[in-house]
């Protein structure tokens, strides 16, 4: 609350001239700081607290086998993703044909097979080493959805290709 002294305080210069007294204003600041509370205890119980983003992932129904649908070989390829974006690949199902490649330069691989092969049939197989890391992992799935590639599936990889990819790894 402001509030004025008006404390006996007046100076007179030279004879009969009287000055006017001079008052002070103290402002008391007190409930501006209560406000400035209430505020902030508005602000935070009525924002929104960030949800988390996931990625969504549509994990396949499990068929009998007589109602499954086989890929054509010629239409799909394998991803095996190692550590430090390392990503080797093959088309169809012959792991020796593998070739290297990073997480950068797989997207001219997968839309050069993409454009090679008929959309309904493209098949793309992940496979994480267990030296590939999580970040590695979504990176390929993000690129799944920027190329509008819309059947992959993340399996494990098999003891074969593994050796076989570790032995390409140091060949690099």
């Given at each position: 609350m402001a509030e004025l002294d008006v404390s006996a305080g007046g100076h007179k210069k030279g004879r009969g001239v009287r000055k006017g007294k001079k008052l002070s204003t103290r402002v008391d600041l007190t409930p501006m700081v209560d406000l400035g509370f209430l505020l902030i205890t508005f602000f935070i119980f009525t924002t929104t607290m960030t949800r988390p983003t996931a990625l969504h992932l549509n994990m396949p129904k499990d068929v009998p086998d007589k109602d499954r649908q086989l890929a054509k070989e010629s239409a799909v390829i394998t991803l095996l993703l190692g550590k430090n974006d390392k990503v080797f690949y093959y088309e169809g199902q012959?792991?020796?044909?593998?070739q290297p490649s990073d997480s950068r330069g797989i997207r001219t691989v997968l839309l050069d097979k993409k454009s090679r092969t008929d959309t309904t049939f493209f098949?793309?197989?992940?496979?994480?080493?267990?030296?590939?890391?999580?970040?590695?992992?979504v990176s390929i799935l993000d690129e799944m959805m920027i190329d509008a590639i819309h059947h992959y599936a993340i399996v494990d990889i098999d003891p074969n290709e593994l050796a076989l990819f570790r032995q390409r790894q140091e060949q690099q």
């Open positions: 012959d792991p020796t044909k593998m098949q793309v197989i992940l496979k994480p080493t267990p030296d590939c890391t999580y970040r590695n992992t």
